[in-house]
């Protein structure tokens, strides 16, 4: 039962920073002012969306 409780929280962790890295990607993307502004816009709101429920989460 440990084992699962670990695993779980290892992919809990891995998805936190990877939220986070799209997050970041996405508000860098509209601040150097990249052609297709809609996923910047896109990676931003779903990084951040994310990265709030996986806090929730965990």
């Known amino acids: 039962m ?3 409780m670990i695993n779980k ?3 809990l962790m891995i998805g936190l920073i ?3 890295i799209l997050c970041f990607y ?11 502004p809609f996923a910047s816009y ?3 709101v779903g990084g ?3 990265t709030i429920a996986l ?3 965990f």
């Open 18 to 20: 990877s939220t986070r």
């Open 26 to 36: 996405g508000v860098t993307g509209l601040f150097i002012n990249k052609p297709i």
């Open 55 to 57: 806090i929730w989460e």
């Open 48 to 50: 951040a969306i994310s």
């Open 42 to 44: 896109l990676f931003a």
């Open 9 to 11: 929280n290892i992919r």
């Open 2 to 4: 440990g084992e699962k």
